[in-house]
């Protein structure tokens, strides 16, 4: 990777975060030395990026920083279009419009020489069986993962056992052909996958949750791989 490239990638790697980030962890994420990483956070700060921290203690950057729009070649385009073509065929309207307003945004920033590309785009995703429905909300599911909201579900599983369940809803994980909710369950005391489409009813809950910790998606991604999960809990 170009060290241009991989100072564009820390910096949106720091924007996702909420808490500092230790020199390490970012070494480990990008297969570089903490020395690197070092150089890397001075170089950054030096150019006028609004990166706190220290080393030892972690750095945090100022979500309000802003970069300007980022030149994409003609494979990277393809690869966009097709994720909105998936966020199309795969969700429900209200995150299929924002797709297409994202893809519009991108339409307007590019330089002339790469508008036309847009237009030529030639991947795309479509349903090979039929659609598997689900009664519940996506988006508000959506919303209610980034309010860290918790939810009471009626649960009905492979064996058509039901029951209820309260959560704290951590990501949604399409594993073809089939979305999966994940979140800390209450009565299990550990992370389960339910299927949305397995949902007979939910209930957005008053209760908020902290997002981190050993209940929080940074433990469930240590310790579960998505797509080897079971689709039933």
């Not at 150089?39 to 990026?49: A, C, F, K, N, Y």
């Not at 959506?142 to 039901?162: P, Q, V």
């Not at 399409?174 to 979305?179: A, G, K, N, Q």
Request: charge should be positive.
């Amino acid at each position: 990777m170009r060290r241009a490239d991989r100072l564009m990638k820390v910096v949106h790697f720091l924007r996702r975060r909420r808490r500092a980030v230790t020199a390490a962890r970012i070494a480990e994420e990008f297969g570089i030395c903490t020395r690197t990483v070092y150089r890397d956070i001075q170089d950054l700060m030096d150019s006028g990026v609004p990166i706190s921290g220290e080393a030892g203690v972690g750095y945090l950057i100022d979500k309000q920083y802003y970069m300007p729009p980022v030149a994409f070649d003609k494979d990277e385009l393809e690869a966009i279009g097709l994720g909105i073509s998936m966020v199309r065929q795969w969700t429900d309207a209200v995150f299929a419009e924002k797709a297409d307003s994202a893809f519009e945004k991108i339409q307007a920033v590019l330089p002339a020489q790469l508008q036309g590309e847009m237009s030529q785009i030639t991947t795309y995703a479509m349903s090979a069986a039929p659609d598997i429905p689900w009664n519940v909300s996506f988006s508000q599911l959506r919303e209610s993962i980034r309010a860290h909201r918790k939810l009471k579900i009626e649960y009905r599983d492979d064996a058509r056992r039901k029951s209820s369940r309260t959560l704290r809803p951590l990501a949604l994980i399409f594993c073809s052909p089939v979305w999966l909710l994940v979140g800390w369950c209450d009565k299990r005391k550990d992370f389960r996958h339910f299927r949305l489409d397995r949902i007979e009813a939910l209930k957005y809950l008053d209760e908020t949750f902290e997002a981190d910790g050993d209940k929080g998606l940074d433990a469930y991604q240590k310790q579960e791989s998505a797509c080897r999960v079971e689709l039933s809990v």
